[in-house]
């Protein structure tokens, strides 16, 4: 729709980088932002996604959050830069950067295709993303279910667009309405921890939610009283209630203080309908051990008849 | 660096002018005086009219800005956007002129990425810091009437990220056709505005859209426009603010 996008640069089919030299082979296009195009190419025989956008100093902040963020020794918040370099497109030069290819789904596919059970555990390793990027003073800002992905491999939570990332304190960048602090007169737009976990909850809402229902509610005015009333309704949000209203209401100091508050109640929960699961497979350890001990047993005595 | 102030006109509009100036010239006369000039068209299906396209591409080209087409519900996130990437672009354009008179002429393509991505991280900083000036400038005419519900929700909604910033900020808001000029103020100079307020009231319906002449005429709300005496008496009163020293307006 957006008449600026028709700029951002198709990327050529076989292309190789000015500076560092790096060749590339496009294989297909991803998907298209607010900021630049992503695509999936092979450089040396390895995938990966490759980000072109119409301004490059745009781009090129990305890439300065990447990086400052992956100085830390904390892999799997943000995907690892490989290049960023300059390339000629019908003689203008485009900035472009590439990363690691990671193979999943969008978060709200996933939840679709696997259930709402999932909702929880999602937000809870999502909580521990959040936490480290905070640490280094970040706040992600346009946190939405586009903007995550679930991997293929091994079900993680990976955060993929970084264009909303955000230095603690300042204006955040890049929102988007549905799950922005302020279009839900929760709040400003500075970016703080609470930003984000008022978007998660939104998310947490928003993918439990009965899509019809969430479609039809997006008329009323955006009040956190509407989110609410949702969650006070959803059988599979209720356990949660006070996490999310919590959070709704920009009460909680860290991500992480958050996850542990909602990995106690899925403990919880749990443990609550796996009790009586529970005490038979004790039966069967306390019966395993004693098999156990008389092997050795026998064994200890055709050891001590043998001498 | 001294701390600059960047200053921007952001039109939000549904269709060509079709009264004075050429907005195109308008910009440009902007432009010259340190005035980036944004737009945004409005529309409610379909297009905008390659001839409302073209308009709008042209003055967002000339007024060194940019612009965007959307629908009245992606308005208020339209208008934080393209604030702040054209912030970037001037910041960018000084530096890159501040780069050139260091480095001589090629600066910024002799610098490797890697040395520009530092680069970019010193002008996202600038952004946030430098003090901002916008002033509003909402096309009135006819067929923006159903949408001007969603121009309101707009203006308050940018009023917050404008408060969000580290900073100074001010915006101002005027709409056009005005009841006798080409414009009204509606919203003097202001860091916060309230939700009540109605621009829908007392508006005049006309079919003339003078986007140009408005342009022209919101160039005088920047106090550090040196103007004829007609225009500055007719704006500066406007403004309770007294700093009457001029910010300079370049770095």
């Known amino acids: 729709m957006s008449s600026n996008k028709p700029t951002i640069p198709d990327l050529p089919l076989q292309f190789c980088g000015k500076w560092n030299q790096k060749s590339y082979r496009v294989l297909r296009e991803l998907g298209r932002g607010a900021n630049g195009a992503v695509y999936l190419a092979a450089q040396g025989g390895v995938r990966r996604a490759v980000k072109v956008g119409a301004e490059g100093m745009d781009l090129l902040m990305e890439v300065n959050v990447l990086k400052s963020v992956q100085q830390g020794r904390d892999a799997r918040v943000a995907p690892l830069v490989s290049d960023v370099d300059d390339l000629v497109i019908n003689g203008k030069t485009f900035t472009f950067y590439a990363m690691e290819y990671l193979e999943g789904e969008q978060l709200d596919r996933y939840v679709k295709r696997m259930g709402t059970d999932w909702v929880p555990i999602l937000m809870i390793q999502l909580l521990a993303r959040l936490e480290i990027l905070h640490r280094h003073g970040w706040v992600f800002g346009d946190l939405k279910p586009e903007n995550v992905m679930v991997t293929h491999a091994d079900k993680q939570v990976r955060l993929i667009d970084f264009g909303g990332v955000t230095k603690m304190g300042n204006a955040v960048r890049q929102f988007t309405e549905e799950y922005d602090r302020a279009a839900w007169q929760a709040g400003d737009r500075r970016a703080d921890i609470a930003y984000d976990l008022f978007s998660l909850a939104v998310m947490a809402v928003r993918l439990s939610?009965?899509?019809?229902?969430?479609?039809?509610?997006?008329?009323?005015?955006?009040?956190?009283?509407?989110?609410?009333?949702?969650?006070?309704?959803?059988?599979?949000?209720?356990?949660y209630r006070v996490s999310l209203v919590k959070a709704l209401h920009g009460k909680y100091a860290s991500a992480g203080e958050m996850r542990s508050e909602m990995l106690a109640i899925v403990r919880e929960r749990t443990i609550g309908h796996r009790g009586k699961q529970a005490s038979d497979s004790a039966?069967?350890?306390?019966?395993?051990?004693?098999v156990a001990s008389l092997l050795l047993l026998a064994g200890t005595l055709y050891y001590a008849w043998m001498m | 660096m001294k701390e600059a102030t960047l200053r921007q006109i952001l039109v939000v509009t549904d269709g060509c002018s079709n009264a004075g100036i050429s907005p195109v010239a308008a910009a440009t006369l902007a432009r010259e005086q340190g005035i980036t000039v944004n737009v945004i068209g409005v529309i409610e299906k379909g297009d905008m009219g390659e001839q409302g396209e073209k308009e709008i591409r042209e003055i967002a080209n000339a007024g060194g800005g940019l612009y965007?087409?959307?629908?009245?519900?992606?308005?208020?996130?339209?208008?934080?956007?393209?604030?702040?990437?054209?912030?970037?672009?001037?910041?960018?354009?000084?530096?890159?002129?501040?780069?050139?008179?260091?480095?001589?002429?090629?600066?910024i393509d002799v610098l490797s990425p890697e040395k520009r991505v530092q680069v970019a991280g010193m002008v996202d900083e600038l952004g946030e810091r430098s003090r901002l000036d916008v002033v509003m400038l909402v096309d009135t005419s006819g067929s923006m009437k159903s949408k001007l519900s969603a121009v309101q929700q707009a203006i308050h909604d940018f009023s917050i990220s404008l408060r969000s910033r580290s900073g100074q900020s001010r915006m101002a808001v005027c709409s056009f056709p005005g009841k006798q000029k080409h414009l009204d103020v509606r919203i003097p100079w202001t860091d916060q505005v309230e939700q009540a307020h109605q621009l829908t009231s007392g508006l005049t319906m006309s079919g003339i859209t003078p986007t140009g002449p408005a342009i022209v005429e919101a160039i005088a709300l920047f106090e550090h426009v040196q103007l004829p005496a007609s225009l500055s008496e007719r704006f500066r009163n406007e403004q309770e603010e007294d700093d009457g020293s001029l910010r300079d307006h370049v770095f």
């Open chain 1, 209 to 239: 939610a009965d899509p019809e229902m969430w479609k039809s509610r997006r008329q009323e005015p955006r009040q956190t009283s509407l989110l609410c009333d949702i969650i006070r309704n959803s059988d599979s949000l209720y356990p």
């Open chain 2, 68 to 107: 965007d087409i959307v629908y009245p519900q992606q308005l208020a996130q339209t208008v934080q956007m393209l604030t702040r990437k054209a912030m970037t672009r001037t910041i960018h354009h000084v530096v890159n002129k501040e780069l050139k008179e260091i480095l001589g002429d090629s600066a």
């Open chain 1, 283 to 290: 039966g069967k350890l306390v019966g395993g051990l004693f």
